[in-house]
């Protein structure tokens, strides 16, 4: 795969090694990443959210029992759902629009273990 921020980086060749030719490839799924020829992570981002929103569901009756502590909640965040969606973050570079899709899901699975907030006896 080639990858380059020119849209038109190497689109009609195949790369050769050692007298054989390699088809180029739009897109590559390594390990759980999904790699893409333009650097673009929008797409990596919404299958990590999914699959952070699959994670929540599972573990959901043990977020919103009253038996756990709010320690124990974020805790349970932080080591399951946390990690599903920041699976090689590292390697990303992230625009302000991926930054926020980020922040609203966390915001809202907050919301979901925490409950509504009460300010000044009104919701």
Known sequence: MITSQDQ??????????YNKSFERMEQLKYLVTTLM???????????????GNASYCSVQDLLSSSLLSKHKKITIY???IL??????????????RE???LRV???????????PKRERETW
């Open 37 to 51: 020829n333009q650097n673009s992570i929008q797409e990596e981002i919404k299958s990590r959210l999914k699959a």
């Open 99 to 101: 930054e926020c899709r």
């Open 8 to 17: 038109n980086a190497g689109q009609n060749h195949n790369i050769k090694v």
């Open 105 to 115: 899901f966390e915001n809202r699975i907050l919301k979901r273990i925490f409950g």
């Open 78 to 80: 932080r080591t399951i």
């Open 83 to 96: 990690l599903v969606v920041l699976y090689g973050h590292e390697t990303w570079m992230l625009i302000l």
